[in-house]
């Protein structure tokens, strides 16, 4: 913690909690309201509960949730009014009832129903999940602090901005933050700001903060870059306070804080739905895939230990989400298994690389044990590649935004790689190339272009002419 003097001023209480697990009971509650009041009214009305009332109750319970996901519905509301919330509310649900209307007359459904129970079934829905939120919020003040692990938060600025993001955090323990620190910024004093610059940077490589905010005033803006800079090589979350938007945005997401207007400089795409979704993906697409494969890696596994002494699969030490370390599985290809401080890439002719091995290198069938860390929550399917640990200490510091990478999983395959690079990286132009490729993936992620990165692994592999 900084001294006294570099403070803003904290109230008493300053305990935070993530708010996943309730947001997920919001889920399933909205999913109940939408569908037990359609089911009453229909009943109500005398009329059989048929498989079409069925589809209609499902179709627009799991569009409101996806479309109120993607609105920010589930997030943290008690540090707002509740006014907003039911805006927000009103807004996704007029959404979900044109796209059912449309759908219908595409259909040709309309018939189906009877308009008098529909009618008053999506007038009633919007006032129910208002209402039972009004009940709700003080249930969730008192219980939502031991739902789960707080995100350490810390605050850099002046102004009432600064201020009220510390309040904020100190005070809402829903909103999911533990309030680390909080540095005020003065002007004018050249050694302070070295000092702070050198303490936040410190935190953040240690990894005892999560998010940090920016509130300086726009006179400040480049001691701000310095700060973006610097951080470019850790895994923290970072937000800036709108004016002060400075450089490139690798998230570039809008949102707000206790009302306090907020873009994210530094950020995973994979929040809310976005992270249930790409979650899905893997476990499903490995779950998928491994009965298909299991054949082929026996055949693999038996021609590796015929091929030359030593293990069957070879575990190397790698960064993984956020920076962590994590173990990446892969069929031997070397007669040597390096893991240590220096490791030496593959090169081409390498006397290293057995003969099967330079087969499944050249095929990337070394890489099929990975799915086991898909499954694990280790990996993804689809993102950047990981390096070995001593690869990525050496680029790190060479080359700008290189940990950036690491906000997502890694994953078996990667934007870079159906791009062709992939490889041997014998020069810094080609590395950079590489996390060029990955730091774009993580601002155009989508669903589609998953599957498309996938399908061109698939069609026409890795591509390149690197892989020895």
Sequence with gaps: MSSHADTLSLPAHTAGTPHVAAAFLVKVVDLTVIA?????????RQIPLTTDYVVLAALAAGLFVLLGDARH?????????PGRQWLVIGGVWLQVVLILLALAYALKTTASFSRTATGLWLLAVPLAL?????LYRPLYARLAVPLATRRPTLVWGSGAAARHLTHALARQPWLGLELHTALAYTAGDADRHAAQLQQIERLARRGEVAIIYIALPPAAWRLAQRLIDQLADTTVSVFLVPPLVTGPLTG????????????SVYDTPFWGVAG?????????GAALILPLIALPLALIAVAVKRSSPGPVLFKQRRYGINGCEIQVW??????VCEDGPVVTQAQRQDPRVTRVGALLRRTSLDELPQFLNVLRGEMSIVGPRPHAIAHNELYRGKIHGYMLR??????????????????ETDTEDKMVKRVEHDLWYIRHWSLWLDLKIILRTVLRGFGGHAAY
């Design 36 to 44: 037990g009041l359609l089911a009453l009214f229909v009943w109500g």
């Design 276 to 284: 249930w979704l790409k979650r899905l993906e893997d476990v499903l």
């Design 130 to 134: 208002c209402g039972w939120r009004l």
């Design 252 to 263: 570039g997401r809008w949102s707000s804080l206790h009302g306090v207007p907020l873009v």
């Design 406 to 423: 690491h906000l997502v999983r890694p994953g078996i395959t990667g934007w870079a790689q159906v791009n062709g690079w992939r490889g």
């Design 73 to 81: 519905l589930y997030r943290p509301w008690l540090a707002e009014a």
């Design 330 to 335: 892969k069929f031997r290809t070397m007669t």
